[in-house]
C-alpha cells in the first residue's frame, strides 16, 4: 500500500517538474524573455489562480460537514504558518541578520500556490483544491503581515496589499456561492474553469523559467540552505502531520493539508528579498536548491499520510 502510494504521488510529482523542465529549456533556448516571464507570472496571480480558488467552490455543495472542514481547513492554514514561525525564527537567529531573515522567509512560506494547488489538484481534485484554498488564504495574510516586517526589518507591513491580494479577494468572492449554494449559469462558471485548467501547465513552465536563473554551483557557500530544506521538507510536515492526526483529522483534508505542509520554499523568497533590499541571488539559491531535494521528500510525505489518512 505505501510503496503504491509513493509510485502514484512520485508520478504526479513527476509530471510536475517534466513541465518546469520544459520552462528550463523555453528559458535557456530564449523563448521565454524577461518581458513573456512576469506578463506570465502576472497572468498566473492576477486571474488563473484566482480563477482556481473561486472554481473550488463553485464545485462544492455547502454542507454542514463541508463547512465545519473548511473552517478546520483555514484554523490550519494559520497553524501551519504559526508553527513554522515558531520552529524557525530561533533556528536562524545567529549571523548575518539580513541572511538570516532570507533563510527564516523561506523555510516558513512554503509554495502553496504554484506548487501546493496543481499537486493538490492532480492527486485529490477539486476537493482537495478546496481545503488547500484555505490554506493560500493563510499565506497571504501571514505574508504580507509578519513576512513583510521580518524582511522589512520591523519597519511595517503592507496593508494595502494584503487586502488587495488577488487570493484574498477569490476567497470572498467564491465563499458566497459556496456558504448559500448559488448555482450560477453555465456562461459564468464554464469560462472560470476553463481558465482555472490551465494553471498547472502555465504554473510549471513559469516556475522553471525562474529556475533556470539560479546559480546552483554556488550552493555549497551557503550551508544553512541545507538546514532550511531540512526544517521545511521533513521538520514542519513531520510536526503538523502529528497534529492534525491528534485533532482527528483524516481522509482528503488530511492529505491536502499534509500536501500544503510539505511544499518547497515559496517563490515570494526571492521577490520579497529583492524589494526589500536582501540577497536575492542567495534566495534564488535557496528556492532552487529546496525545491530540487522536494522531488525527493513531497511522494514520500505524500505516501506515508495517504497510508495512514
Known amino acids: 500500500m505505501f510503496l503504491d502510494n509513493i509510485l502514484i504521488a512520485a508520478r504526479q510529482v513527476g509530471i510536475l517538474y517534466i513541465m518546469v523542465l520544459v520552462g528550463v529549456i523555453c528559458d535557456k533556448i530564449g523563448w521565454f524573455t524577461e518581458k513573456t516571464g512576469r506578463a506570465c507570472t502576472d497572468l498566473l496571480f492576477y486571474i488563473i489562480t484566482p480563477s482556481v480558488i473561486i472554481n473550488s467552490f463553485f464545485t462544492r455543495e455547502f454542507t454542514k460537514d463541508s463547512g465545519m472542514k473548511m473552517l478546520i481547513a483555514v484554523g490550519c492554514g494559520f497553524l501551519l504558518h504559526f508553527v513554522a514561525i515558531a520552529v524557525n525564527t530561533p533556528l536562524f537567529s545567529k549571523g548575518n541578520k539580513d541572511e538570516n531573515c532570507v533563510y527564516k522567509y523561506g523555510a516558513i512560506y512554503g509554495n502553496v500556490g504554484y506548487m501546493t494547488l496543481p499537486l493538490t489538484e492532480a492527486i485529490l481534485g477539486s476537493e482537495g483544491v478546496f481545503y488547500c484554498s484555505a490554506v493560500v488564504m493563510a499565506f497571504n ?65 513559469v516556475f522553471g523559467t525562474f529556475l533556470a536563473h539560479s546559480q546552483l554551483k554556488n550552493i555549497f557557500k551557503h550551508k544553512k540552505i541545507f538546514l532550511v530544506a531540512l526544517s521545511k521538507l521533513i521538520v514542519l510536515p513531520a510536526i503538523m502531520i502529528g497534529i492534525y492526526k491528534l485533532i482527528g483529522l483524516g481522509g482528503t483534508l488530511l492529505t491536502a493539508l499534509a500536501i500544503s505542509s510539505c511544499a518547497p520554499s515559496a517563490n515570494n523568497t526571492v521577490l520579497f528579498s529583492a524589494k526589500y533590499g536582501k540577497d536575492a541571488e542567495l534566495a534564488s539559491q535557496l528556492v532552487a536548491t529546496v525545491s530540487f531535494i522536494s522531488i525527493i521528500t513531497m511522494p514520500i510525505i505524500i505516501a506515508a499520510v495517504q497510508t495512514i489518512a
Open 141 to 205: 495574510v501571514v505574508s504580507f503581515t509578519h513576512g513583510v516586517f521580518m524582511m522589512d526589518r520591523g519597519k511595517g507591513f503592507d496593508a494595502k496589499k494584503l487586502i488587495l491580494n488577488p487570493g484574498v479577494i477569490a476567497m470572498l468572492i467564491g465563499l458566497p456561492f459556496f456558504l448559500f449554494k448559488v448555482q450560477l449559469p453555465e456562461l459564468i462558471t464554464k469560462p472560470v474553469d476553463f481558465i482555472a485548467g490551465t494553471q498547472t501547465p502555465v504554473a510549471m513552465i
